[in-house]
């Protein structure tokens, strides 16, 4: 069985101390996830809670992550911890301006088989981007062509392409539109962390002729 992150907490870790520091701050939203292993052994549990700390840089990149209460396999935990600092978040953000922050994140992890679909993506820094990709989509363009001309994730080099994502490594309001979808239909934008994202669903045995 695959894991299959479903709930994500974040809790301040030894940082502001008092109301208005709080209030001056922005936590930072988790933007990349990247899937967590396999779990080594068969188990009859539905679910696990594990806790971990991560120093998350100004970029959004994870610093250090250290495991507070895990699965108690030592093999699972240790490549846990490091698939988490693969992750990349928003900043987080003191009177508007980035600041490194020690986090404590609580995740429960629910056993699932995945679900594998063939994707295409285009990213968006702002709604009114993807909003205007939208409609040139919707009026025909060629959602590689525009990939190459309006993504700012690293796919946009291979027109968008993913390849077969298991969406199950998706937030749930993503999941749930992806499952949906036909062969050749595409998403409005969703908001994925602080971009936006079109996604569109390849035909199985089709494929997208790189430079």
Known sequence: MKPLLILLSLVLFGACSTTQEVADLTLPE??????????PFPTSSTHLRIEFKILVNEDGTVKVAELLYGSGNDEW????????????????????????????Q???????????????EIVFLTKEAADSAYNQ??????????AMLYSVSPSRTQKGTLGKINIQIYPLHIKQVLAELNDDQITPPMKFGD?????????EHSSVILP
């Open 195 to 203: 971009r936006y994202v079109i996604y569109k669903r390849v035909k």
């Open 30 to 39: 988790l933007i990349v996830q990247y899937p967590l292993p396999a779990f």
């Open 77 to 104: 935990d240790s490549a846990t911890i490091e698939t988490i600092k693969s992750w990349r978040y928003t900043p987080a953000l003191y009177k508007n301006k980035p600041i490194k922050l020690w986090l404590k």
């Open 106 to 120: 609580v995740a429960v992890i629910q056993f699932s088989e995945p679900q594998f679909i063939p994707l295409q």
């Open 137 to 146: 989509l919707e009026q025909g363009s060629a959602f590689e062509e525009i």
